[in-house]
Structure formats: C-alpha cells, structure tokens
C-alpha cells in the first residue's frame, strides 16, 4: 500500500485531518459530528478497502480504526500501513484503534500490528479526544485546544481542571450534566447550537430519555446564572437551538 507523501504534521496547513473507519453509522455519525465540532477535518470510511483508497488517495493526520470492519479488517489495515512506512521510511502514521473487545489478546494483537492507543466501546466522546490530542503530543503535531484552558464569556468563568465555576465573584455549583453544557456552550459562545448537536454531544446519539430533558437542564443552568440577578447568557433560537451571548439590549 503506498501512502502519501506527507513529511510530518507540523508543517500540515489547515485543520488536523482525521480518517474515522467504522461501519457502525450511529458511531461513525457520532464521532464525525463530534470532531467537527472540535474544529477537526473528518473523512468516514465504513470498509476496510474504502479506507485503504482514502489512505492512498491522502494520508490523514491521525486514523481512528474500528477492529471489526468489513472487507479488510482493522488489525490487517493497520499492518498495512507500519509496513508501507517502513518500507518507504515514513514517519508513523498515529493510530487510534476502537474495539467492543476489551479482552487483554485483543488489545495485544491491535497493538501488535502497530496501533498507538486502544479504545474499548462504548466510550466517552471526551476521553476519545483527550487520546487523540495525546497521540499527536507524542508525535509532534498540531494539537487543538483540549479544553484544559480556563474558559471565560462575559463574566462567567469555567476552569476544566478544577471543575469550578464562577459566574463574577460568585461561585456555582453545576451537576456534572449540567458543567459538560456549560463547557459546551463556553467552547463555542456566541454560535447557535442546534438541539440535535447539543444532544449528540452531552446524551449521546443513542439516548432514549424524556423528550425534553435539554430544556430542563438549560432552565436549571439559567436559573443558577441568573440567581442574583444578573444578565441572562444562555439564548433561546426558536425552533432551532441556543446560544450563548449577552440578551439584545431592551
């Protein structure tokens, strides 16, 4: 298999490109959905030949590689590729490999054809980009902002590493559904978020729960931040979704 010639991430323009393999369209839509979201460039490849030609076609930053592809399955996909880069004396392509096995030879025998990480289904979308940022750490490529940063709007204040928040001087005191919707809304202030996205992101595409349970937990999260009176943040777009950023004037 010849792979392209991409010398290195670090000079890459653009977005960091991710190549999803995975035939399971809940997942694969998931996780593409997601990754946009985060600012990643994404091609899904649902067989094993679809993502040998996309591999070809372009090498990828990072390859995110289900086991149980059909066609040619991910351990010999994997293979492939540490092959090519020897032959070629390429750098390592970083690969992330997705399994619903999570016995110790499995995970042995994904690493064994050259995977870098092991992920085991299901799996939380957050800890899926907390391995990917390690991935490209460790190779030297572009990283994205893992949201370890203290994230700031008007006068809210959210630090992910302590898990505090501070609406001015004020402290609160979000459930954890609740902080994950605050980091969302802080990641992306003033973009309109549909209901579809924000659902997929924080329930996941697989929630079969009250209807209107993001309603709920938005009128909880405005309740907090306004309980002394201060502005409202968190918009409502009719029939489309919310937003946060500061209510029009009057």
Same mark, same amino acid.
């Given at each position: %298999? ?34 946009? =979201? #985060? ?26 590689? &289900? ?19 020897? @032959? #070629?004396? +390429? ?5 992330? %490999?997705?399994?619903? +096995?999570?016995?110790?030879? @499995?995970?042995?025998?994904?690493? @064994?054809?050259?995977?870098? &990480? ?34 700031? =709007?008007?006068?809210?204040?959210? @630090? ?17 559904? #609740?902080? &994950? ?17 924000? %659902? ?29 009176? #201060?502005? +409202? ?18």
């Amino acid at each position: %298999m010849a792979v392209n010639s991409q010398e290195g991430l670090a000079a890459l323009p653009g977005p960091i490109r991710i190549l999803v393999v995975e035939d399971e369209p809940g997942i694969a839509g998931f996780v593409r959905r997601g990754l946009i =979201f #985060e600012g990643y460039a994404v091609e899904v490849a649902e067989d094993g030949r679809a993502a040998l030609a996309a591999l070809r076609e372009r090498r990828p930053d990072v390859l995110v590689l &289900d086991v149980m592809v059909p066609g040619v399955d991910g351990v010999e996909i994997a293979r492939r590729i540490r092959a090519a880069e020897q @032959d #070629e004396a +390429r750098p390592p392509l970083p690969i992330l %490999m997705l399994t619903a +096995r999570d016995g110790v030879p @499995d995970r042995i025998a994904g690493l @064994d054809a050259g995977a870098d &990480d092991y992920l085991v289904k299901p799996f939380d979308f957050d800890e899926l980009l907390a391995r990917l940022r390690a991935l490209l750490r460790r190779v030297g490529g572009p990283v994205l902002d893992g949201g370890g940063s203290t994230l700031r =709007f008007a006068d809210l204040t959210l @630090d992910p590493s302590t898990r505090s928040v501070l609406r001015g001087t004020r402290a609160l005191s979000p459930t954890p559904r #609740e902080f &994950d919707l605050l980091v969302l809304f802080l990641r992306h202030p003033n973009q309109v978020l549909t209901r579809g996205t924000i %659902m997929d992101r924080i329930w996941g595409s697989d929630f079969f729960g009250n209807s209107n349970v993001l309603e709920v937990y938005v009128a909880n999260l405005r309740r907090m931040l306004e309980a002394e009176g #201060e502005p +409202r943040l968190i918009q409502t777009v009719r029939g489309v979704g919310y937003v946060l950023r500061p209510a029009p004037p009057g």
